[in-house]
């Protein structure tokens, strides 16, 4: 007798084709509604708006110092201040690239559950029934690579936390904060100082020409030589000092912020690859046809 009955087939590929159904409809009227919300994205979003802040209070210690070492006459701090400008435009573009994955954690939510997967999940029902290599390969293709999209800016705000908690970061901050303190009080001694020049200027005007003339030369040398020889060295020093400590900051966060989101995406695309062409040879393509008795092979009856 043969015990392949069509219609256990058919059952098969209608429970099969249901199951796929119902995964569609699940993705997209209950879980893409829920990941389409960025408050449900909150330690996500908690992470990404401490490295927001991290790069507001490096590009304001930035700002300062630009106005700090302007006070050192000459031109010795043109070093330190082209090298401001350059870090400015680099934490320019981590603050984009922060704000860039805030926005689209809930734009890859809705493309991954509510258009990506159930598309993926009905292609694969659909194939439970023709049989078409087509569709089975879209539709692997389409739900593997939805989840690694999804799944792209949490693994990459995962890692950033591991390399900011290796590196130091936030210790790294508060001591530059720290040393950017005592650069400000140099600057402010610095422009005391020359305030107090030009008050000895404006009570000359009562001598002499030649007498307030001698004593403004002398007066601007002695400034001159007590700031530039000591608060002025000590003030360049520190700020050399501070820009290798800003420059490491700003390494760190560009590595977190950029560098390592692209890292992600290249290893997610080759996991898909991986699972794509796994998940493809283990499906069959064609469905085994009914075996028939032995005595019919030959066309004779018994």
């Known amino acids: 007798m043969n015990n392949n009955n069509p219609k256990d087939g058919m059952l098969g590929k209608a429970i099969i084709t249901a199951i796929c159904v119902v995964f569609a409809v699940v993705s997209f009227f209950v879980i893409s509604p829920y990941f389409e919300n960025i408050d449900n994205y909150k330690p996500i979003t908690e992470s990404l708006d401490d490295k927001r802040e991290s790069v507001v209070e490096i590009s304001s210690v930035l700002m300062g110092l630009s106005v700090a070492v302007a006070a050192i006459p000459g031109d010795a701090t043109t070093p330190i201040a082209n090298q401001i400008t350059d870090l400015n435009g680099y934490l320019v573009a981590s603050l984009g690239a922060i704000m860039l994955e805030k926005f689209l954690l809930p734009i890859f939510g809705l493309l991954t559950w509510r258009i990506l997967f159930p598309i993926g999940f009905i292609l694969i029902g659909i194939f439970a ?41 936030k210790t790294l901050i508060e001591e530059v904060k720290t040393t950017f303190e005592e650069i400000d009080r140099e600057a402010e001694k610095i422009a005391d100082a020359s305030g107090s020049s030009s ?47 800003l420059m490491d900051i700003v390494a760190a966060i ?19 690859k991986t699972l794509f062409s796994s998940f493809t040879k283990l499906v069959p393509v064609e469905l085994p046809s009914p075996r028939l008795p032995s005595g019919l092979h030959s066309g004779k009856k018994e």
């Open 129 to 169: 029934i023709v049989r078409k290599r087509i569709l089975i390969s879209i539709g692997i293709k389409l739900c593997i690579f939805s989840l690694a999209v999804f799944l792209l800016i949490p693994a990459g705000v995962l890692v950033g936390d591991v390399i900011d908690r290796s590196f130091g970061t």
């Open 199 to 245: 008050g000895n200027d404006t009570s000359s005007e009562e001598l002499s020409f030649w007498d307030s003339l001698v004593k403004n030369v002398e007066s601007t040398v002695e400034d001159v030589k007590k700031s530039v020889t000591k608060s002025g060295e000590v003030l360049l020093n520190k700020a050399k000092v501070l820009m290798g400590n």
């Open 254 to 272: 560009l590595i977190t912020c950029c560098v390592v989101p692209i890292g992600i995406l290249f290893i997610l695309v080759a996991i898909v």
